[in-house]
């Protein structure tokens, strides 16, 4: 069994650190008689190619049989085709690269995509080919099949044939893995071991982000947990998932319409900086308000800017768009560039910040940048008890949630003898909980 990793363009050689593993040594393992082996075949700034060979002990294998596992006879070739036993062994070998957890200098590159080739085989599967590609052409791939003399890009052959499988696209690492790592036993539609709950949470895990709108979703599933009451509990789980990010979704979607509405009616706009302003995507909307002339999108962090440059570089500056002005920046560092706009955004910011540090952070943004305009939208503690959520935070990375009238005198705590506030909600109003989102706007008075 072989996996090959082909990845071109620029900064390729950075993907050795997301693998761990050093382009000027051989690795090999030998895992309970089992044998893994990798090697670089290609190494510059411009192409990486990287092979795992993975030999399995197949006598070792039929001992396991004593467990109730369902495994094949060592006499069975089905052991040297890609398949669960494949995955099974080479997960620790590529461990760093699945959790995405390379050494911290190289952290941000986890989330860049790379134009990457994977190739492995051979492949024994009752799919047809182009049952194989429409399993990974909505994934952005381009597929190719060979029989081990000529690539075929969708040709039928008897549905016993070994099969060579090359996928080409554009992705992350760690992603296009862990697609692999579902997909491939998949494909096989077998698997060596028995399937409990710990599979099910690492289909939810490898597959978060993309399976869940595949169009072949209940057939991967299907084949991936083979046993119908953990298949459900999947299908309860995803569900609730979707239900809860649709819900975000569209908060976020209401988020950003009130916030173009109020920078639409506002007779001050030419200039606006977003904070925090993530991947881009509230800083491309307001390019489309009539009378804005420039928008400074300020993100800490590499990897969602990164993310922010691809959409703003797809999009072309024109009479009627303003395309944003990336800038690296944080909240806690004063920048000239910033000072008199017309406009700042913080869009579900605040509480991504210790609570201890916000006065610094005001006094920054109203004393030094002194905007028109402030913007301030903030969770609604109250509102989770329609969440359901008791004491949790919407978000793991959120440092606070307020209620209602602890925003309330937040806000009045920090405003200056120059600003006036007021407030507002975005969202389905609860009777009793308000708005899930709560926002505040700093107005600079007349002549100050």
């Given at each position: 069994?072989?996996?090959?990793?082909?990845?071109?363009?620029?900064?390729?050689?950075?993907?050795?650190?997301?693998?761990?593993?050093?382009?000027?040594?051989?690795?090999?393992?030998?895992?309970?008689?089992?044998?893994?082996?990798?090697?670089?075949?290609?190494?510059?700034?411009?192409?990486?190619?990287?092979?795992?060979?993975?030999?399995?002990?197949?006598?070792?294998?039929?001992?396991?049989?004593?467990?109730?596992?369902?495994?094949?006879?060592?006499?069975?070739?089905?052991?040297?085709?890609?398949?669960?036993?494949?995955?099974?062994?080479?997960?620790?070998?590529?461990?760093?690269?699945?959790?995405?957890?390379?050494?911290?200098?190289?952290?941000?590159?986890?989330?860049?995509?790379?134009?990457?080739?994977?190739?492995?085989?051979?492949?024994?599967?009752?799919?047809?080919?182009?049952?194989?590609?429409?399993?990974?052409?909505?994934?952005?791939?381009?597929?190719?099949?060979?029989?081990?003399?000529?690539?075929?890009?969708?040709?039928?052959?008897?549905?016993?044939?070994?099969?060579?499988?090359?996928?080409?696209?554009?992705?992350?690492?760690?992603?296009?893995?862990?697609?692999?790592?579902?997909?491939?036993?998949?494909?096989?539609?077998?698997?060596?071991?028995?399937?409990?709950?710990?599979?099910?949470?690492?289909?939810?895990?490898?597959?978060?982000?993309?399976?869940?709108?595949?169009?072949?979703?209940?057939?991967?599933?299907?084949?991936?947990?083979?046993?119908?009451?953990?298949?459900?509990?999947?299908?309860?789980?995803?569900?609730?998932?979707?239900?809860?990010?649709?819900?975000?979704?569209?908060?976020?979607?209401?988020?950003?319409?009130?916030?173009?509405?109020?920078?639409?009616?506002?007779?001050?706009?030419?200039?606006?900086?977003?904070?925090?302003?993530?991947?881009?995507?509230?800083?491309?909307?307001?390019?489309?308000?009539?009378?804005?002339?420039?928008?400074?999108?300020?993100?800490?962090?590499?990897?969602?800017?990164?993310?922010?440059?691809?959409?703003?570089?797809?999009?072309?500056?024109?009479?009627?768009?303003?395309?944003?002005?990336?800038?690296?920046?944080?909240?806690?560092?004063?920048?000239?560039?910033?000072?008199?706009?017309?406009?700042?955004?913080l869009c579900e910011v605040i509480e991504h910040i210790d609570e201890f540090r916000l006065p610094?952070?005001?006094?920054?943004?109203?004393?030094?940048?002194?905007?028109?305009?402030?913007?301030?939208?903030?969770?609604?503690?109250?509102?989770?008890?329609?969440?359901?959520?008791?004491?949790?935070?919407?978000?793991?990375?959120?440092?606070?949630?307020?209620?209602?009238?602890?925003?309330?005198?937040?806000?009045?705590?920090?405003?200056?003898?120059?600003?006036?506030?007021?407030?507002?909600?975005?969202?389905?109003?609860?009777?009793?909980?308000?708005?899930?989102?709560?926002?505040?706007?700093?107005?600079?008075?007349?002549?100050?």
């Amino acid at each position: 069994m072989q996996l090959t990793i082909q990845a071109t363009g620029e900064n390729v050689e950075v993907i050795s650190y997301l693998l761990a593993k050093n382009p000027n040594n051989i690795y090999e393992r030998s895992q309970n008689g089992h044998f893994i082996r990798m090697f670089y075949n290609k190494f510059s700034d411009e192409i990486m190619e990287v092979t795992f060979f993975v030999t399995p002990d197949p006598i070792e294998l039929s001992r396991n049989r004593a467990k109730n596992y369902d495994i094949t006879s060592y006499i069975n070739d089905r052991e040297f085709v890609v398949s669960s036993i494949f995955c099974s062994l080479l997960r620790s070998a590529l461990g760093t690269a699945l959790n995405g957890k390379p050494k911290e200098s190289y952290a941000s590159w986890v989330e860049h995509p790379f134009l990457f080739e994977f190739s492995f085989g051979p492949l024994a599967t009752d799919l047809l080919d182009h049952e194989i590609i429409d399993i990974f052409q909505p994934l952005g791939y381009e597929v190719k099949i060979s029989y081990g003399e000529t690539d075929y890009q969708v040709k039928l052959k008897e549905r016993s044939s070994a099969r060579y499988i090359s996928l080409k696209g554009s992705t992350t690492l760690q992603n296009g893995l862990r697609q692999l790592f579902v997909l491939i036993p998949v494909l096989d539609n077998y698997k060596h071991y028995y399937i409990d709950e710990k599979e099910t949470e690492k289909v939810e895990r490898y597959g978060e982000g993309w399976l869940h709108t595949h169009p072949l979703r209940d057939f991967i599933l299907r084949r991936a947990l083979r046993f119908k009451e953990l298949y459900s509990e999947l299908e309860e789980n995803n569900n609730n998932l979707f239900k809860e990010q649709q819900k975000e979704l569209r908060l976020n979607e209401l988020r950003y319409k009130k916030i173009i509405d109020y920078i639409s009616r506002s007779r001050m706009k030419e200039t606006i900086v977003d904070f925090g302003s993530g991947e881009g995507n509230l800083a491309l909307q307001l390019g489309l308000i009539n009378g804005v002339r420039e928008i400074l999108a300020v993100e800490p962090s590499e990897s969602a800017m990164l993310k922010a440059l691809k959409r703003f570089d797809a999009i072309k500056q024109s009479d009627n768009f303003i395309v944003p002005t990336p800038i690296i920046g944080s909240l806690f560092y004063y920048d000239e560039r910033l000072k008199s706009k017309d406009i700042m955004i913080l869009c579900e910011v605040i509480e991504h910040i210790d609570e201890f540090r916000l006065p610094k952070v005001m006094q920054t943004i109203l004393s030094e940048y002194q905007p028109k305009l402030l913007i301030i939208t903030t969770p609604n503690k109250e509102y989770n008890q329609v969440y359901e959520m008791d004491e949790a935070y919407r978000h793991p990375d959120h440092r606070f949630e307020w209620t209602r009238q602890e925003f309330f005198e937040w806000c009045y705590s920090q405003k200056t003898s120059n600003y006036e506030v007021a407030f507002d909600g975005i969202g389905d109003e609860h009777v009793k909980y308000g708005f899930p989102t709560q926002m505040c706007l700093f107005i600079r008075k007349e002549g100050q």
